[in-house]
């Protein structure tokens, strides 16, 4: 089993920065797709960055592309999410998951095995 466990949510304004953190414990592995996700209310879970295993390489939506940056720390067994320039729209909790098969980045959800419980993100305008 695998335990994620996020922090680094907050409140910020238009514009401003916050970074995200994901600590994996457990059975993880540095072979792991891991993955960021995030809900607005009344909104389906959606994908905003992910990132394969050992040989690195990154996906993002065009929402959130040039924006937002996903890096992991596989020594440490820890992902980032750096968000810039963040807009109301971005507010909503954030997961993240994990995925065992190592060489896709999916975008849906059903396709992680591991999640988080999540941290609030707020952007006022």
């Known amino acids: 089993q695998v335990q994620l466990v996020e922090s680094g949510g907050g409140q910020v304004q238009a514009g401003g920065s916050l970074r995200l953190s994901c600590a994996a414990s457990?059975?993880?592995?540095?072979?792991?797709?891991m993955a960021w996700f995030r809900q607005a209310p009344g909104k389906e879970r959606e994908f905003v960055a992910g990132?394969?295993?050992?040989?690195?390489?990154?996906v993002y939506p065009d929402s959130v592309k040039g924006r937002f940056t996903i890096s992991r720390d596989n020594a440490k067994n820890t992902v980032a999410l750096q968000m810039n320039d963040l807009k109301p729209e971005d507010t909503a909790v954030y997961y993240c998951?994990?995925?065992?098969?190592?060489?896709?980045?999916?975008?849906?959800?059903?396709?992680?095995?591991?999640w988080g419980q999540g941290t609030q993100v707020t952007v006022s305008s």
């Open positions: 998951a994990a995925r065992k098969q190592p060489l896709l980045i999916p975008t849906a959800q059903a396709l992680y095995d591991y």
């Open positions: 457990g059975r993880t592995s540095s072979s792991y797709t």
């Open positions: 990132v394969r295993g050992s040989g690195g390489g990154t």
